[in-house]
C-alpha cells in the first residue's frame, strides 16, 4: 500500500522568502510523484509531477522539486515566494500496482505574509 | 474547453434526503475521479471509473453512496439518505489514458454539501 506523508500543516513565510514543504512517501514498488496546488474555493491544479528521468523536476510558477530514492522525498521548493504563491499543497504519490491511483497527503498551507 | 464541469456548487440538504451531485468531464478524457475533501481526513478518492466502467470503488464510504456513468460526458454521486457526517467539499476530476504513469488529473471546482 502507499502512503504520503506532508510533514508540516502550516508554513508561514514572508515574501521574497525562500520555501520547502516536506513531502515522504511510502511505496513497495517504483513510484510516480505529484504535487498539485488549491487556491481558495478552487479545485486542485497540477504543479509538478516526477514520472521517471531526471530527478529534479521543474513545474509551473518557478516551483521545482526533487525526487530523492533512498530518502523516499520528494520535497518542493521555490527560491523567492509571491503573495499569490499563498494556498494549500498537496503531494501524491501513485505506482502501476495502485492502477495509477493517486494516494494525497494532507495537504500543507502555505500563507505568504507581506 | 470548459474544464471539468460539477453543479451545483453548493447544496445544503436536510439529514435523510437524497443528494445527487453533478459531473461533466473534459471531453476526450477517458478516467473519471470523484473526491471528498474534509478537515479530518484530507482528499480522499471514492470511485473512479475508465471508459465509463467503475474500477475501483473502494473508497465508497457505505452503501448509502452511489455513482454512476451512463455515458463519456456524464457522471453523478448520489448519497442516500445523508447525514451530518456526509459534508464535505466534492470534488470530480477526469483524465487521459495513463502513458508512462498516470496522467495529469483536471480537477473540477468541487460541490460544497452540508446537511444539517
Known amino acids: 500500500a502507499q502512503s504520503v506523508t506532508q510533514l508540516d500543516s502550516q508554513v508561514p513565510v514572508f515574501e521574497e522568502a525562500p520555501v520547502e514543504l516536506r513531502c515522504n512517501y511510502s511505496s513497495s514498488v517504483s513510484v510516480y510523484l505529484f504535487w498539485y496546488v488549491q487556491y481558495p474555493n478552487q479545485g486542485l491544479q497540477l504543479l509538478l509531477k516526477y514520472l521517471s528521468g531526471s530527478t529534479l523536476v521543474k513545474g509551473i510558477n518557478g516551483f521545482e522539486a526533487e525526487f530523492n530514492k533512498s530518502q523516499t522525498s520528494f520535497h518542493l521548493r521555490k527560491p523567492s515566494v509571491h503573495i499569490s504563491d499563498t494556498a494549500e499543497y498537496f503531494c501524491a504519490v501513485s505506482d502501476r500496482g495502485s492502477n495509477y491511483k493517486l494516494t494525497f497527503g494532507k495537504g500543507t498551507l502555505l500563507t505568504v505574509n507581506p | 474547453d470548459a474544464g471539468v464541469i460539477q453543479s451545483p456548487r453548493h447544496e445544503v440538504t436536510e439529514m435523510g434526503q437524497e443528494v445527487t451531485l453533478r459531473c461533466k468531464p473534459i471531453s476526450g478524457h477517458n478516467s473519471l475521479f470523484w473526491y471528498r475533501q474534509t478537515m479530518m481526513r484530507g482528499l480522499e478518492l471514492l470511485i473512479y471509473f475508465n471508459n465509463n466502467v467503475p474500477i475501483d470503488d473502494s473508497g465508497m464510504p457505505e452503501d448509502r453512496f452511489s455513482a454512476k456513468m451512463p455515458n463519456a460526458s456524464f457522471s453523478t454521486l448520489k448519497i442516500q439518505p445523508s447525514e451530518p457526517r456526509d459534508s464535505a467539499v466534492y470534488f470530480c476530476?477526469?483524465?487521459?489514458?495513463?502513458?508512462?504513469?498516470?496522467?495529469?488529473?483536471?480537477f473540477g471546482p468541487g460541490t460544497r454539501l452540508t446537511v444539517t
Open positions: 476530476a477526469s483524465s487521459l489514458p495513463p502513458g508512462i504513469g498516470p496522467s495529469e488529473q483536471y
